[in-house]
Each structure stands twice: as structure tokens, then as C-alpha cells.
């Protein structure tokens, strides 16, 4: 049984057949012109890129390895979340406009729900192109760590023990910190006591606290590599872990800001690339054929 078709009856008015109104019907129209996301998406990943260069081309041409040279660690950072700010700003913007200007025209769509639709398109193709840019940027750090990774695997000594270098153990300098000496005792081929002294700290500092049988063992093992008295060794296995303890506060604090930062630029390109959207659908509805 075929159904017959809506009539809206206004009042005082003669019966009217929605079918028969003139344009195209709302039921009909898509509410995401993907094309356009997509490629606005592309253009802000690519804009975003572009512009990470240019900031990384920058921020090594202020630093210089000498003394007095070039800018200081603390103006290269707060540079750096600057720059990444205007990135997500620029980009996004621009990838949300051009997939407001080139979304198609909806036809017998409310005013408010145009603007919602321009808003929504311009946050999928921030989203959208946050997802490729950092899929390149992984798909580039993995291939990096493992080339970087290779070599060092290949070219460890027969003195060393497989696997203790600097890539495998961040900690080695602190090691290498613990058993100096002045030369006259320390056995620089002694790759297995450093690396049990490297799983030691490790799991402390995991931990929180040096365990006593650890400090005294750890003594004990400066002690007969490096001549020092029990009393010494000990008092340096302290410093030493309190150095390693305030080095992994340090850099708790570094990637707590700079994930709060990284926060802030995120939600500063989402916003401009939504409002950006709304813009190029405005430019693109007072288009006249």
C-alpha cells in the first residue's frame, strides 16, 4: 500500500503537498560535504608542516653551542609555544575556510543550521587533519628512532655487554657520575656491575626511595671501584640519586608544560577552524550565478 504524501494544511489556507513545494528537499541534502573537509584537512596538515619547518629552521639558527651566543633555553622555549600557537591558528584557519567556501550550497536549509553545519565542517577538518598530521609525525619519529637504534646495536665492543649504551640507558652519565674516580682504581670495562647499578637507581627512582640495602650495596660497590672509605661512597650514592630524582622532577615539569601548552594551541586551532568555516560558508552562500 503506497502512502500518500505529507500535506501541511495552514489555517485559513488551502491544503498544500510538501512534494510540491519548490526546491530541493532538506531530507535529501547531505549534512557534510566531505570532499571539502578532506581536502581542507589536507591543506591545514600540509600548512601546519610547513610552517614546523620554518619554526625548527628558526629556532636552530638563534642556538649556538658556544657561551654568550644566541639565545638562552628559557626564549627558545616560550618561542617555540608561541610559534606552535600560530601554527594551529594559521593552519586551521585556512583548512576550515576552504572547506566552508567549498562545501555545497544547501538548499531550503534554516540560517542556524547552516551556521552550525559551517561550524562543523570547519572542527572535522581540524580534527581530521590533526589525526594525519600526527600520524606522519609518528610514522617519522619511528622510523627515525629505528635508524638510530640499528648502528648502535652493531657497533658495541666485545668489552661492553649487549645493550649498554647511552640509547638503552638514559641514566648512564648518572652511572658513569657514581663510579668516577681519579684513576687509579676504576675499571672502565666493567659493564656488568654499571649496569646493575643502572637497575638499581631505575627501579628507586621508580619507587621513589633508595632502600637501605640498596644504598649500602651500591656503597660497597663505589667503595672497591673508585678507593673510597664506605662512609664517602655512601654519602655519594645519595648525591648522586638526589641528582637523579631532581633531574626526572625536572623534566616531569617540562612535559607537564608543555602538554598543557600544547593544550591551549590545540584548542586554539579547533576554535579558529570551526569559526573559519563559518566564514567561507557565509562567502560561498552570497555567490551568484
Known sequence: MQASPAVVTPI????????QIPGKNEAYSAGVSWPAVIGGAFVAAALALILLSLGTGLGFSSISPWSNMGAVASTIGKAAIAWLIVTQIVASAMGGYLAGRLRTKWVNVHTDEVYFRDTAHGFLV???????????????????????IQPAATTVTDAETPGLNSNTYPNSYI???????????????????RGEAERILTHAMRQGVLPAADQTYLAQMVSARTGLNQSDAENRVSDVFAQAQQS???????????????F???????????????????????VIV
Not at 266 to 286: H, K, M, N, P
Open 126 to 148: 581540524w580534527a581530521l587533519g590533526l589525526v594525519v598530521t600526527a600520524a606522519f609525525l609518528a610514522s617519522a619519529a619511528t622510523s627515525l628512532a629505528g635508524r638510530a
Open 175 to 193: 652511572v658513569d657520575t657514581l663510579f668516577r674516580s681519579n684513576g687509579a682504581v676504576s675499571d672502565r670495562n666493567d659493564a656488568v656491575a
Open 248 to 262: 626526572a622532577e625536572n623534566a616531569r615539569k617540562a612535559l607537564a608544560h608543555l602538554s598543557l601548552w600544547l
Open 264 to 286: 591551549v594551541a590545540l584548542l586554539s586551532g579547533a576554535f579558529c577552524a570551526s569559526y573559519a568555516g563559518t566564514i567561507g560558508g557565509r562567502q560561498r552562500d552570497r
Open 12 to 19: 485559513g489556507e488551502r491544503p498544500t503537498i510538501v512534494s
